[in-house]
């Protein structure tokens, strides 16, 4: 989930499905198709996605999958949140873990898939976008990518398989980029972890041509080295210094009070957004993050991170306070509950973590 833009009804022609499936040359290509959300997904792009996997596992005429978003603006701006919020509102957590459910198999599906799926990052992939590339099997990022985990930002955590990879990027890139929703250059994803090849722009349709009618080599990792450039160097892994000792401390107030007290300018620029987001999502973010890394697969951090979604729904009111202020109102105000970190619970993210809702997420 992240803060998408408002769902609208012509973001593609009439006649055009929000998810194009078509196969030629022994590759099956999935656009997302709503580019004026910046293909936000709902759940009907949720199932047509599981379908065609479904359609073209066991189908000898696909051997290769890619995945790509309509337009110039990204692969995907990631779920629709106004929804979200007003399921949350409701009370319809009901409808809620529906969504969730079908999302995370989805997830779940793209890593397992026994056919290499390879992955388009171009432009901006953020919350459910990281749940459809990050977990691909070659996953592209370009000059224009953007890619983050922006969910705390809305009062939230981050799900879609997220915590997994950031459990796992060097160092405490993890802390930092879960907790501060920071976003990525193609660079940045590279070094944290979050992509594989860097391919520019200009060169996406010779790649896709070539994956499409490809002969010599064959190994689909081969044909997308062909077009892999060297980026510039992350400016992450410049900032390892002041972001490993600062997010190594063992709690949220902590983390402020290393950044406040180091010399670089970014740092005490990431204390203060710190302290504008909500405390509550900030703690357990932490708390998943550093737990994941103890987890033995990306199931089992996705079940995690259902409990952890469904507690944000059902029992806490920043989430819904969050996409008011920053999507709906955008007056960028939020009314966080509790204000602080100072007022917030020692075992707030200890609750989280021991949520269970009563529908599970394999059932």
């Known amino acids: ?23 030629s040359g022994g590759l099956g290509r999935l656009t997302l198709n709503r580019p004026r959300a910046i293909n936000a997904l709902d759940i009907g792009m949720i199932h047509l996605l599981h379908q065609a996997l479904d359609a073209w596992e066991h189908d000898t005429e696909v051997d290769l999958v890619v995945i790509d978003g309509a337009g110039e603006r990204g692969l995907c701006a990631g779920g629709d949140v106004r929804g979200l919020a007003e399921r949350v509102i409701g009370g319809r957590a009901d409808e809620s873990s529906v969504f969730f459910r079908d999302e995370y198999a989805l997830n779940a599906r793209i890593a397992e ?16 976008g990281i749940g459809i590339a990050g977990h691909a099997a070659i996953r592209v990022v370009t000059e224009r990518s953007q890619l983050a985990m922006p969910e705390t930002r809305i009062g939230f955590t981050p799900d879609v398989g997220g915590t997994w990879l950031l459990g796992r990027a060097p160092g405490r890139l993890g802390e930092y980029l879960g907790l501060t929703g920071a976003v990525m250059d193609g660079s940045d994803a590279i070094y944290a972890g979050f992509a594989d090849h860097f391919v520019p722009s200009a060169n996406l349709d ?35 210094v002041w972001i490993d000792e600062a997010f190594a401390a063992d709690t949220v107030p902590e983390i402020v009070a290393r950044l406040r007290a180091r010399p670089e300018a970014d740092a005490s620029g990431t204390a203060d957004l710190l302290e504008q987001l909500s405390p509550t999502g900030l703690a357990v973010t932490l708390a998943s993050v550093r737990r994941s890394r103890e987890l033995p697969g990306l199931r089992d951090a996705l079940e995690q991170e259902y409990g952890l979604v469904m507690w944000f729904a059902t029992t806490q009111p920043d989430l819904a306070e969050g996409i008011r202020a920053q999507v709906i109102d955008k007056d960028r105000s939020p009314r966080w509950q509790p204000a602080t970190l100072a007022d917030l619970s020692p075992d707030a993210a200890a609750s989280a973590l021991a949520f269970r809702f009563p529908e599970p997420l394999w059932g």
């Open 1 to 23: 989930m992240t803060d998408a833009p408002e769902p609208r009804a012509s973001e593609s022609r009439a006649d055009e499905p929000t998810v194009l499936v078509r196969a």
């Open 113 to 128: 898939y026994p056919k290499p799926i390879v992955a388009l990052a171009d432009g901006i992939t953020m919350g459910g």
């Open 206 to 240: 010779g790649l896709r041509d070539a994956l499409e009618t490809r002969a010599d080599p064959s190994s689909p990792t081969e044909l997308v080295l062909l077009f892999d450039e060297t980026p510039e160097r992350s400016k992450l892994e410049d900032a390892r």
